[in-house]
């Protein structure tokens, strides 16, 4: 328990070094590739890892009220028009489910030279040290930068899509809610 905490310490005490120097302590070791140059590469990286995870956060909201809606709509498969099936009206929203889930689905990057390991049997040695050499290590980042982009690209294309037949749908449900209200479905009566 302890370890741990010397560890978050140590960890910390280095962030405010880096912080107020500018430079890390393997720059100070190698003094190559300059400070700004590393910190540009990782706040991108940075924005497109927050940016694919807000996305997430947005596919997971959408599916959520998707899942709400769609039993409504069956629940009230009576009061629809008779030339309006069940099955047609939604199947804009399970379409749209399918490409949240596709957003969804997780990607991993996988960089030449930096594996990320998921697997069951991982040992120490399959994790390699990052690169020395500085145009090994811009190109690290550009290949990384590179694959969340792609990665960020189809999540949005696909949530957009996802968004576009969602306001089809939401659109027919208003216009036959509007049109029952105006031309209410005759309802058969039982005698008693």
Request: charged share 20%.
């Amino acid at each position: 328990m302890t370890d741990n905490l010397d560890r978050k310490r140590e960890a910390a005490i280095d962030r405010i070094r880096q912080d107020r120097t500018g430079v890390t302590e393997r720059d100070a070791r190698t003094n190559t590739m300059s400070a700004e140059t590393v910190k540009y590469y990782e706040g991108l990286l940075a924005v497109y890892t927050d940016n694919i995870r807000i996305s997430d956060i947005k596919s997971n909201i959408i599916l959520f009220f998707l899942a709400i809606s769609i039993p409504t709509v069956a629940a009230f498969r009576t009061q629809l028009p008779f030339y309006m099936p069940l099955f047609l009206l939604l199947l804009l929203p399970l379409f749209s489910i399918i490409l949240l889930v596709l957003a969804i689905y997780p990607r991993f990057v996988a960089t030449p030279g930096f594996p990320f390991f998921i697997k069951r049997s991982v040992r120490p040695d399959d994790f390699v040290a990052p690169p020395d050499d500085d145009k090994e290590l811009l190109a690290v980042f550009r290949v990384r930068c590179a694959a969340l982009a792609k990665i960020l690209y189809w999540k949005i294309l696909l949530f957009r899509i996802a968004m576009g037949a969602c306001l089809i749908y939401l659109t027919v449900l208003f216009v036959l809610a509007v049109g029952g209200v105006f031309h209410p479905l005759p309802i058969e009566r039982c005698s008693p």
